[in-house]
């Protein structure tokens, strides 16, 4: 893909999450906004699972359930518009422990750390501190999201809307990117002498796997 694309893709992609962050943070905050709050947080779901459906042998089957799904949520809409910080709430703390949960089964006896996967689809066979490496990372991004989940439920229950709707919003993404450059950091003090790539060569390299 020719560079300008690339770079001009990446800026549509970050201008888009700011703005869907300032506009999340706005309908949970300002009163009144119960229903644009709604159609904000159930536009992400259901832009997933229409993908995830369009990418599954059984498209239709599982197009026509959204559809039902969608029908049942018209229905309930004004239950739900009153109970829509709890859908940004699930979202938000629900993903990070699905996060959470990839990093730390991948763990277990017999099986290959995620980052390890990772770093063998890029690099081919690694050395043994390279592994060892790999694994510590697994379950230091296993610890980070179960963290952060966590901190989303506390702060969901325990504070204003308006203070987890900010940590949600702007500090979520920040402290994600903030990990990855202290991995990157750590990593080229330790490896001095590994060939490191970006982040997003291991997103492509995972991405060519999985379609």
Same mark, same amino acid.
């Given at each position: 893909?020719?560079?300008?694309?690339?770079?001009?893709?990446?800026?549509?992609?970050? +201008?888009?999450?700011?703005?869907?962050?300032?506009?999340?943070?706005?309908?949970?905050?300002?009163?009144?906004?119960?229903?644009? +709050?709604?159609?904000?947080?159930?536009?992400?779901?259901?832009?997933? *699972?229409?993908?995830t459906a369009w990418k599954?042998?059984?498209?239709?089957?599982?197009?026509?359930?959204?559809?039902?799904?969608?029908?049942?949520?018209?229905?309930?809409?004004?239950?739900?518009?009153?109970?829509?910080? $709890?859908?940004? $709430?699930?979202?938000?703390?629900?993903?990070?422990?699905?996060? *959470?949960?990839?990093?730390?089964? =991948?763990?277990?006896?017999?099986?290959?750390?995620? *980052?390890?996967?990772?770093? !063998?689809?890029?690099?081919?066979?690694?050395?043994?501190?390279?592994? !060892?490496?790999?694994?510590?990372?697994?379950? +230091? $991004?296993?610890?980070?999201?179960?963290?952060? =989940?966590?901190?989303?439920?506390?702060?969901?229950?325990?504070?204003?809307?308006?203070?987890? =709707?900010?940590?949600?919003?702007?500090?979520?993404?920040?402290?994600?990117?903030?990990?990855?450059?202290?991995?990157?950091?750590? !990593?080229?003090?330790?490896?001095?002498?590994?060939?490191?790539?970006?982040?997003?060569?291991?997103?492509?390299?995972? !991405?060519?796997?999985?379609?």
């Open positions: 893909m020719d560079d300008t694309l690339r770079y001009g893709r990446w800026i549509v992609i970050i +201008a888009l999450s700011i703005g869907y962050a300032g506009l999340a943070h706005y309908a949970n905050v300002v009163p009144g906004n119960e229903r644009l +709050a709604t159609i904000v947080a159930v536009t992400p779901i259901l832009l997933a *699972c229409v993908l599954s042998k059984h498209r239709t089957a599982m197009l026509l359930t959204i559809v039902v799904a969608l029908g049942v949520l018209l229905i309930l809409r004004h239950s739900v518009e009153l109970h829509s910080n $709890w859908i940004f $709430w699930i979202e938000h703390a629900g993903t990070l422990l699905i996060v *959470c949960s990839l990093f730390a089964r =991948s763990l277990a006896p017999g099986r290959e750390p995620l *980052c390890t996967f990772i770093a !063998r689809l890029i690099h081919g066979s690694l050395a043994p501190e390279i592994q !060892r490496y790999t694994r510590q990372i697994t379950l +230091a $991004w296993a610890i980070f999201a179960g963290l952060m =989940s966590a901190t989303s439920t506390v702060l969901f229950f325990a504070t204003p809307l308006a203070t987890w =709707s900010a940590f949600a919003n702007f500090f979520t993404g920040p402290l994600i990117i903030l990990m990855f450059v202290v991995e990157y950091g750590v !990593r080229r003090v330790l490896f001095p002498d590994f060939q490191h790539v970006s982040i997003l060569v291991a997103v492509r390299a995972v !991405r060519n796997i999985y379609g």
